[in-house]
């Protein structure tokens, strides 16, 4: 994996200094493999202009005497990325902390891990026309591409996982595949498939740095989980899932979006006594956001059925 692939939360458990946020962080990389994977880039201003690749000039061969063609130039497609808003205040109560002895490490952690959810959440759920508030997740960036005539799914139809439809994933990825993205389900079904083709799971399994344990790979890619994945029952009982295959980049590929001052990571801090209440004030804020800077950084697999 490359480099530049350290999740937001890696760099905040760097920078912090307060012992309970980041032993807080250290639980939720640990147990989260997108946040291992996925980079933020910073906005500046009013929002990043993306340029898409919209249609690329076709050149042909020409008489020796033949005048020559006039090209009608590369087109391009361009939309704004704006940073986005979570954020929350907690009051703790003072009687429970200083009399009971709660401790304060639960009420934080909530908090942060909540904060990531509604993050992952819209990764895979997010649209901005739904509710503004909110960026554009895979789905939406999918669906805008192929608005654009740009082939970026195929359909398996209801029909089970197999090496074939992965094999279509990737050759769709012009760009390269840094990790394949899929439901729980959908990791299980994979599982099983290798164990009837190869008869185990122990020689698709790769030890990487970025996640510093064994996880199955496809071609050499990280198959990784989130429980965001698009997952849904028809009205025959099918169970059915997407499976996304994504290139990370600050420059071309998938990426988190951050701004301000204070770095890329959820904010934190203590905000002091409740005017009217015997508690103490914490304050989380989170200028986040999440894009696709081009149309062949991601891939999906749509209406695969697992149960």
């Known amino acids: 994996?490359?480099?530049?692939?350290?999740?937001?939360?890696?760099?905040?458990?760097?920078?912090?200094?307060?012992?309970?946020?980041?032993?807080?962080?250290?639980?939720?990389?640990?147990t989260d493999q997108l946040f291992n994977a996925l980079p933020f880039r910073k906005i500046t201003g009013s929002g990043l202009k993306v340029t898409w690749e919209k249609e690329v000039p076709v050149a042909s061969f020409i008489g020796k005497t033949d005048t020559i063609p006039q090209s009608e130039g590369l087109k391009l497609d361009q939309f704004v990325e704006t940073v986005k808003v979570i954020a929350r205040n907690i009051d703790i109560p003072r009687f429970a902390t200083e009399v009971e002895g709660a401790p304060v490490l639960p009420f934080i952690q909530a908090e942060i891990k909540a904060m990531s959810r509604a993050f992952r959440k819209a990764i895979f759920e997010g649209d901005s026309s739904a509710d503004p508030n909110v960026f554009d997740g895979l789905p939406k960036h999918v669906e805008r591409i192929e608005s654009k005539g740009l082939?970026?799914?195929?359909?398996?139809?209801?029909?089970?996982l197999s090496l074939s439809m992965l094999d279509e994933l990737?050759?769709?990825?012009?760009?390269g595949v840094d990790?394949?993205?899929?439901?729980?389900?959908?990791?299980i079904a994979y599982k099983e498939l290798l164990r009837q083709k190869s008869g185990g799971t122990d020689a698709a399994m790769l030890q990487l740095e970025n996640f510093g344990k064994p996880v199955l790979t496809f071609d050499g890619k990280p198959v990784l989980v989130s429980e965001y994945a698009p997952f849904k029952t028809d009205?025959?009982?099918?169970?059915?899932?997407?499976?996304?295959?994504?290139?990370?980049?600050?420059?071309?590929?998938?990426?988190?979006?951050?701004?301000?001052?204070g770095g890329a990571g959820i904010q934190y801090r203590k905000l002091g006594e409740v005017p009217d209440k015997l508690?103490?004030?914490?304050?989380?804020?989170?200028?986040?956001?999440?894009?696709?800077l081009s149309p062949y950084a991601v891939g999906v697999i749509k209406n695969v059925k697992v149960k």
């Not at 009205?235 to 701004?259: C, E, K, Q, R």
């Open 1 to 30: 994996m490359p480099d530049i692939l350290t999740g937001t939360l890696i760099e905040l458990e760097k920078q912090t200094q307060d012992e309970i946020l980041q032993g807080v962080i250290e639980t939720i990389v640990s």
């Open 151 to 160: 082939q970026r799914s195929i359909d398996a139809a209801k029909n089970p």
């Open 170 to 175: 990737v050759s769709l990825m012009k760009i």
């Open 179 to 187: 990790a394949i993205f899929m439901h729980p389900k959908a990791y």
């Open 235 to 261: 009205s025959n009982g099918n169970v059915l899932t997407d499976i996304y295959a994504v290139h990370f980049s600050v420059a071309d590929g998938v990426t988190g979006l951050y701004g301000g001052e």
């Open 279 to 292: 508690a103490v004030r914490y304050r989380f804020e989170w200028f986040c956001g999440f894009t696709v």
